[in-house]
């Protein structure tokens, strides 16, 4: 049973939107080329307008687990968050554990746990206000599941190539390849194998060969997730 929403939260939300329009995208991925809109655009666009009609929104973290992974001798430390959130006016407050946020993420870190938090905002507040952005952000980029495997996948890992170079040397059939078994992973854990198995090979990709694997990755990890 869903739990009645107060009128005067349903009348502060319903303000909001009547007012909202789509977030300026003020931030550049360093690898894609593109621009995204952060939490801080989020913020910008709504905290002003929830000030004006008195709506509170309180991120809870209900839940903060972290997990040790050992893989082919090396240890990584996942951190499995859980974030409940509560919304107040002047007259009413209403929360429902359905609401929640959960989420893993690598720790690598202290700014692993703020980012968390920020993630989960962001998520609920566009989920909430039904904010337009149509960004990639940096929370949709592929994971590795080690420290070293992503430093390659974000391109630390090496020297890229140039495109006239690595059509010269071959290299095109490997991303070739690399993005076949990213179109044809049959599960996401397949998936989410792959940024690690192919880590040093990504690194050294042309910036805009990086980008299409990228956007193959995510296009792909939506559809195993439907």
């Excluded at 609401?99 to 909430?128: C, D, H, N």
């Excluded at 420290?147 to 059509?167: D, F, H, I, M, T």
Aim: glycine letters at 6%; aromatic letters at 8%; charged letters at 30%.
């Amino acid at each position: 049973m869903v739990e009645k929403l107060p009128k005067s939260i349903v009348k502060a939300i319903c303000e909001i939107k009547k007012s909202l329009e789509a977030v300026s995208k003020t931030q550049k991925n360093s690898h894609g080329g593109y621009m995204f809109a952060s939490t801080d655009d989020i913020y910008a666009a709504l905290t002003r307008k929830m000030g004006q009609v008195g709506l509170v929104i309180m991120a809870l973290e209900d839940k903060c687990e972290i997990v040790k992974v050992e893989k082919d001798g090396k240890t990584v430390q996942w951190a499995h968050f859980e974030f409940s959130f509560v919304l107040a006016t002047d007259e009413d407050t209403w929360s429902d554990e359905r609401a929640k946020r959960t989420l893993y993420i690598q720790v690598t870190g202290p700014q692993t746990f703020q980012a968390a938090q920020s993630y989960a905002e962001k998520s609920y507040m566009r989920s909430l206000f039904k904010t337009p952005t149509g960004d990639m952000d940096l929370d949709s980029m592929p994971q590795a599941e080690t420290e070293e495997g992503q430093a390659a996948l974000n391109g630390n890992g090496g020297k890229r190539k140039s495109s006239a170079a690595a059509k010269r040397d071959g290299t095109d059939k490997l991303f070739n390849e690399i993005k076949q078994k990213i179109e044809t992973a049959e599960s996401l854990d397949m998936l989410e194998q792959l940024p690690d198995l192919y880590a040093d090979e990504i690194a050294t990709l042309p910036r805009h060969w990086n980008e299409l694997i990228q956007h193959t990755y995510e296009d792909r990890a939506a559809e195993l997730r439907q």
